[in-house]
């Protein structure tokens, strides 16, 4: 079974940083794409950042210049590093993968979500 696990959610003021991670874990062959979306009350699920296996990675405007997705292949792990944060970006954050698993079987799956709140 595959599944994605993650964590560093909380609470933090205008101006800080936080650090998510999503690890991966399972029979895995290889990841195609980890991602990170968010959604606050009311809003629709929405990209904040992707990775690629050839390691492009592709931001939502209103994050560039403050977050940073980075991977960790070994560990089959991502991370969103945000340092700014505003208190729009309060919202759950989810993990998102597209992987093949040891049996060469294509899956896209989501983390349970991790809460971001940010207070003025």
């Known amino acids: 079974q595959v599944q994605l696990v993650e964590s560093g959610g909380g609470l933090v003021q205008a101006g800080g940083s936080l650090r998510l991670s999503c690890a991966a874990s399972?029979?895995?062959?290889?990841?195609?794409?980890m991602g990170w979306y968010r959604q606050a009350p009311g809003k629709q699920r929405e990209l904040v950042a992707s990775?690629?296996?050839?390691?492009?990675?592709n931001y939502a405007d209103y994050v560039k210049g403050r977050f940073t997705i980075s991977r960790d292949n070994a560990k089959n792990t991502v991370y969103l590093q945000m340092n700014s944060l505003k208190p729009e970006d309060t919202a759950v954050y989810y993990c998102?993968?597209?992987?093949?698993?040891?049996?060469?079987?294509?899956?896209?799956?989501w983390g349970q979500g991790t809460l971001v709140t940010v207070s003025s």
């Open positions: 399972g029979s895995i062959f290889s990841i195609n794409r």
């Open positions: 998102n993968a597209a992987l093949f698993t040891a049996a060469r079987r294509y899956l896209e799956l």
């Open positions: 990775t690629a296996s050839d390691g492009s990675t």
